[in-house]
């Protein structure tokens, strides 16, 4: 079985843990439903990823994963010529995969990507549905269980998506979760009391009123779960706050001295 | 007192703002002592916001950056928690001192419902015992520690009948709810005790304890005295409208300033206007260190390549194959012989696309380090466009936020000559640093220079002042400001000190990383290497 189905690798064996906060599940299943392309937007860490992941599982479909990077080129995302000891030899790359044999293509931080990857899934985002590979000569029309889902943080420092692209996709706006669905996920994800979620999500969300004001954005869910992870492992909670979220907030001095104080205040 | 030297005598103060920014999302305006003010001082919060003296004599390093802080959370406490509702008309000083008391236990014990890691912050300088004895003043300060330490038990039957009235519980976690008219009762039924006692206390000596509590006269201010509390030289929104020649030169560019005590940018707030430097005469290029042109050129190619990761022919991946590579790894592979693995191309971004702009501090403060800054920019503009790069040289200086002047020694565009050259060595150092407003009119220059790497050097020493602010760090916090708003749009910005000081206030406006100290022109190549 596993050596018929190419996308086994990307099949989603256990419930990804997701603590909706709205109607975005359902949401999501409209769009599904029509395969209509869909753009996540939100801070970085506040659970988009994890989100698809679910959504994935929820629907049954493998999801194809691709975080963008600033080299990420359309190349890397629809394939290319390898040489093996026979010659040359075709790979498709992972979009090629998922439309290829009907996935849930996931491009984590499209606008990271190179100007022209956005412009090589144009024609995936219409009712064409296709995607020309001109490298190999092929013209791939996507599977009907073909779903295109990218994410994008508007915030502070990173890279706009195009309008051309943009408007290709439905949009579903994710934020930070309130305070007490952020606990919950703490509490849920790494097994901490609720006095330590408590903390740790008042502390998160303390940082994130230096967003804009010296820091780039404050701290992430996933950030606070590293730290009760961390604490879990054995450490202090001052300890675990410094090494999970100041080191990997800032490099400015003062700021990393402010943030250690409000976590020394915190505990 | 230059305001740098205020700043200088503060330091420790910049972490301040931020620190209550995360603690109770509130920016009061801290200020520095300022002269005149009392050696021991303590704290006070006016409506100017809060005024800091210098720890205590001994305090040094990381003590002394807790007891900044302790005093800074107090007072913050204060500002989240307290209601002004006390008046001191018919309330007997020594129920005056006891409100001070009460009330300081009240926001703290608040607070830290919100952040229990204060009480360690707060705790540590709570050091008053029964080896103190039983003067006014050490029962004060031995009821101020047991309403702050739970684990603090004093004998004295007074000092715990104020705990058994402040806390609702034995354990010390249940603060009464008392505040205004029901914590005055309180004291006043306290200091009726200390009457009973025959306890002198003379309100002229009375000073708050522990030394991190501000002396509460914000809670008592009486509208009148705010103005006299007003230190001098303060002016709360750091405005001045003397600039004597605002009328008679037309505004030409406007650029907001960012005022960290409201957290928000100003529009339209400072006034830029470009000029010419006055006619000058051509000037020969200056005798330069041998070799240094050559190494700067090499390494502004190489800086201007930086960016791109993709440049080399041969790569293990990419978008298509480099042909002879592989059919040089085909052929090798059939000959069962080693081959390369890097048969790929990848896309190479055209090198050189580089802009520069070089902005020279020509404020009086710089006067002695103005030649080797002028040296470094002639080198530097030079060897930038040789290299390729479109280069922009620009000194300024400031009278206040009206008049911010740029001068324009070489535009974009513009050939580096000897007229340039002389434009350049005509700059004189005079007048102030507005250097947010410069920064912001060069990084809005650069960003319409077409280029893939925009790069902003600043000469000088970073450090800025005007005649209108008197506020430490409100310049500073501008500039950084502007700093980081650059970086954001992928801009380089790069402080380069010319002058002799510690760089404390370049580090401050471009982070630890985005300064470098130039002490002569053959240092240059490897300062703009490293971390440029």
């Known amino acids: 079985m596993d050596a018929h189905d190419p996308l086994h690798a990307w099949r989603i064996a256990q419930e990804p843990f997701y603590r909706a906060v709205g109607d975005e599940c359902a949401r999501f299943e409209a769009a599904w439903s029509r395969r209509l392309p869909l753009l996540l937007k939100g801070p970085t860490g506040c659970g988009k990823t994890r989100f698809v992941e679910h959504m994935a599982w929820r629907l049954g479909r493998p999801l194809v994963t691709v975080a963008c990077h600033e080299d990420t080129g359309a190349g890397d995302l629809v394939g290319r010529w390898l040489l093996d000891a026979d010659g040359t030899r075709w790979q498709d790359g992972p979009l090629a995969l998922a439309a290829r044999h009907g996935a849930i293509c996931y491009l984590d931080e499209l606008a990271e990507a190179r100007p022209e990857t956005a412009v090589a899934i144009h024609p995936l985002t219409d009712t064409r549905r296709m995607l020309p590979l001109e490298r190999r000569g092929e013209l791939l029309r996507a599977h009907p269980d073909f779903m295109l889902v990218v994410s994008f943080n508007p915030g502070h420092g990173s890279r706009m998506l195009r309008s051309a692209t943009r408007q290709r996709f439905c949009g579903l706006a994710f934020d930070h979760p309130q305070a007490e669905d952020e606990a919950q996920i703490l509490m849920h994800e790494v097994g901490i009391d609720v006095e330590l979620a408590s903390a740790l999500v008042a502390l998160g969300r303390r940082s994130r ?59 | 007192m230059p ?10 103060h910049a972490v301040l703002a931020p620190y209550l920014r995360l603690l109770w999302n509130i920016a009061p305006p801290i200020h520095a002592p300022v002269l005149g003010m009392d050696a021991d001082a303590a704290p006070f919060l006016s409506e100017q916001g809060l005024h800091l003296p210098p720890p205590p004599p001994g305090l040094e390093g990381a003590d002394a950056a807790a007891w900044r802080r302790a005093a800074a959370a107090h007072a913050a406490a204060h500002l989240v928690f307290s209601r002004r509702l006390f008046g001191r008309a018919g309330v007997a000083p020594v129920t005056q001192a006891l409100v001070d008391v009460l009330e300081d236990a009240r926001v703290e014990a608040l607070a830290r419902r919100a ?31 047991a309403l702050a330490d739970p684990g603090y038990d004093d004998p004295h039957p007074w000092v715990r009948k104020g705990r058994s009235l402040f806390f609702l519980d034995a354990a010390g976690e249940v603060v009464s709810p008392a505040q205004g008219l029901a914590l005055r009762r309180m004291a006043s039924a306290l200091g009726h005790d200390l009457g009973q006692m025959r306890m002198a206390f003379d309100p002229r000596t009375h000073r708050i304890v522990p030394s991190y509590r501000d002396d509460n006269r914000w809670l008592w201010l009486a509208p009148e005295q705010e103005q006299a509390a007003r230190p001098p030289g303060a002016s709360p929104s750091g405005r001045d409208d003397r600039a004597p020649d605002a009328a008679l030169v037309p505004p030409e560019r406007l650029y907001p300033e960012w005022d960290a005590r409201i957290g928000r940018l100003r529009a339209s707030w400072c006034e830029v206007r470009e000029r010419r430097p006055p006619p000058a005469v051509a000037r020969a290029p200056a005798a330069q260190p041998a070799g240094l042109q050559a190494a700067l050129v090499a390494m502004l190619r190489r800086l ?9 022919l041969r790569a293990l991946d990419g978008e298509g194959f480099d042909l002879d590579a592989a059919i040089d790894a085909a052929a090798a592979r059939r000959h069962r012989l080693p081959f390369d693995p890097r048969v790929h191309r990848r896309p190479i971004t055209a090198p050189g696309g580089g802009a520069a702009f070089l902005l020279i501090d020509t404020s009086a403060s710089s006067e002695a380090s103005l030649p080797l800054a002028l040296a470094a920019a002639e080198a530097l503009a030079q060897a930038l466009g040789d290299a390729g ?22 535009d974009a565009g513009e050939r580096w000559d000897d007229h340039a050259r002389g434009r350049l060595h005509a700059l004189r150092a005079a007048h102030s640093t507005r250097l947010g407003a410069a920064l912001r009119h060069a990084i809005d220059l ?3 220079c077409p280029a893939s790497r925009r790069m902003l050097w600043l000469l000088g020493d970073a450090d800025a002042h005007d005649i209108d602010i008197h506020e430490p760090g409100y310049l500073a916090a501008d500039a950084r400001h502007a700093v ?32 470098a100290r130039v002490r002569s022109l053959e240092e240059l190549p490897h300062v703009l290497g490293g971390g440029a």
Do not use: K, N, Y
């Not at chain 1, 954005?217 to 606070?224: H, I, Q, V, Y």
């Not at chain 2, 009480?119 to 009821?143: K, N």
């Open chain 1, 209 to 267: 009123r230096l967003a804009g004001q010296g820091l780039e954005e404050g701290a992430s869910t996933r950030m606070l779960v590293r730290a009760a992870e961390l604490v879990r492992a054995g450490m202090a909670p001052r300890e675990a706050c410094r090494m999970a979220l100041v080191a990997p907030l800032t490099d400015d001095a003062t700021l990393s001295e402010a943030l250690a104080a409000a976590i020394d205040a915190s505990f």
């Open chain 2, 3 to 12: 305001p740098s030297d205020v700043l200088a005598a503060a330091p420790g």
């Open chain 2, 115 to 145: 952040l229990p890691g204060l009480r360690g912050l707060w705790m540590r300088w709570h050091t008053a015992s029964p080896a103190d004895g039983q003067g006014f003043a050490a029962l004060l300060a031995r009821l101020a520690r």
């Open chain 2, 304 to 312: 201007a390549r930086a960016p791109s990761r993709r440049a080399g």
């Open chain 2, 389 to 410: 790069w479109c280069v922009t040289v620009q000194g300024f200086e400031s009278e206040g936020r009206r008049a911010v002047t740029l001068w324009r020694v070489l």
């Open chain 2, 446 to 448: 650069l960003a319409q």
């Open chain 2, 484 to 515: 980081q708003a650059a970086q954001q749009q992928g801009i380089g910005m790069r402080a380069l000190v010319c002058a002799d000081d510690d760089g404390s206030a370049a580090a401050r406006i471009f982070g630890p990383g985005g300064w």
